[in-house]
């Protein structure tokens, strides 16, 4: 069971019975995104405020690890409920063992780099990073929702509601007009990478894959570079970026992403995820455009018997209550299909986006209003309720136990 889960039911039972500042790149770009989105960030950016009085020191015995609430780099990195003990506050620590790291140490180095060069309240930022042993640790702030995937896997399997995913698409689309001005493709969103807080905030991670488009001062108009640690990010790469073509890829392989995105948040999985590699390339290069399912595209869909017998009434009489019943805006049906466009000259750019009339009924409205609407979930904010989890105090142990040497050979 998932800490979400965990999190949910106890909620239910009871009722039944800094990180120092980082120096933008561009002040001036910085100055108008502030101006344009000046009331939803003054107020989302109130829960960042608190902290930032708090010194968080590189040094481990300030913090007290508690549990392990996710994993990241393809299962190669943990990242693990903590305490701050001299404020008491709760964080998150993603730790690297580097002795059995499979990828480069730049790898990660770029991205931690990367991360505290950008300055934006849509973009998870650091608090500190140090060594400890052969360990890795990153001081990160604790998102209390987990991510989107996670929000999916506790409770929101058949999609999330349209209201929620305006609000964490909007503040996504923030961060990616962001990085974009800043020349920096993400090359990885995915419903994995952003994250929620306990208050709304909503916030884009996961820029290991992430490329520089500005080399040697110059701003390259196309891009060739394919990322070498990317099965996990396959399906929601653009068909141009995956088909590593002359032609190249540019920023719009981010908006197609998003489209991606927006149908693994609405439909509960992400499109492509039943195919083998090479039939999803060619799915994508023929042009094949996924759907949001609701009650305007049920004939576009065939239903798989699951197998699951457990379940009253046949597959598709269980996927029409699930899917076909609901039915979606018409406006958010063509954002997602100009985010999938094949064309690239034809998808919008995240300025454009911001400026779809899809977002006209959360207009103003801050992410404040975010947690109301992903009920019955509650955020993980209270470490008492936490089940703990001895497989973190089993790994160090068996860690410090393969370091022991033995200094003269056993004799029987």
């Not at 209390?144 to 399997?157: E, M, P, T, V």
């Not at 007009?177 to 990478?193: C, D, F």
């Not at 999803?280 to 197998?307: C, Q, R, W, Y």
Request: proline share 5%; with cysteine.
């Amino acid at each position: 069971m998932s800490l979400l889960n965990c999190a949910r039911a106890a909620n239910e039972n009871k009722t039944s019975k800094k990180k120092p500042e980082s120096k933008p790149l561009d002040a001036q770009n910085d100055k108008s995104l502030k101006q344009k989105n000046s009331k939803s960030d003054q107020k989302v950016s109130n829960e960042m405020s608190n902290q930032v009085g708090i010194q968080y020191l590189p040094i481990c015995h300030h913090y007290e690890l508690s549990v392990v609430i996710g994993k990241g780099h393809s299962g190669s990195s943990s990242i693990f409920l903590a305490k701050h003990l001299p404020t008491a506050s709760l964080i998150a620590i993603k730790k690297i063992n580097v002795e059995v790291w499979d990828r480069e140490l730049s790898y990660i180095q770029n991205e931690i780099i990367l991360t505290q060069q950008l300055s934006h309240p849509n973009i998870l930022q650091l608090h500190c990073s140090f060594v400890k042993g052969h360990e890795l640790w990153i001081v990160m702030p604790l998102m209390a929702f987990g991510s989107c995937r996670d929000l999916i896997h506790a409770y929101f399997n058949s999609g999330l509601p349209e209201q929620a995913i305006l609000f964490i698409l909007r503040d996504v689309l923030l961060a990616v007009e962001y990085i974009h001005q800043r020349g920096i493709i993400h090359r990885g969103l995915k419903a994995s990478h952003v994250l929620i807080s306990k208050n709304g905030q909503v916030c884009l991670t996961g820029l290991h894959n992430s490329y520089n488009t500005i080399q040697n001062g110059k701003k390259l108009r196309k891009v060739h570079d394919f990322p070498i640690h990317s099965v996990d990010c396959l399906q929601s790469f653009g068909p141009e970026l995956l088909h590593q073509n002359l032609a190249g890829y540019n920023f719009k392989s981010d908006i197609y992403s998003i489209g991606i995105f927006i149908c693994e948040l609405a439909n509960g999985q992400s499109p492509f995820s039943d195919m083998p590699a090479t039939q999803m390339l060619l799915e994508k290069l023929n042009g094949t455009k996924p759907k949001l399912a609701d009650s305007t595209t049920v004939g576009d869909f065939i239903i798989d018997d699951d197998g699951n017998d457990d379940q009253p009434g046949t597959t598709q009489e269980r996927a029409d209550v699930i899917f076909f019943k609901r039915t979606f805006s018409q406006n958010l049906h063509e954002f997602t299909s100009e985010c999938l466009e094949l064309d690239v000259v034809k998808r919008p750019s995240a300025t454009q986006l911001l400026n779809h009339s899809v977002f006209k009924s959360i207009k103003n409205r801050p992410s404040l209003s975010l947690p109301s609407l992903l009920q019955p979930v509650t955020p993980l904010t209270d470490l008492a309720k936490v089940p703990r989890d001895l497989s973190a105090e089993e790994d160090d142990f068996t860690r410090k136990m393969s370091e022991v040497s033995m200094q003269e050979d056993w004799t029987f």
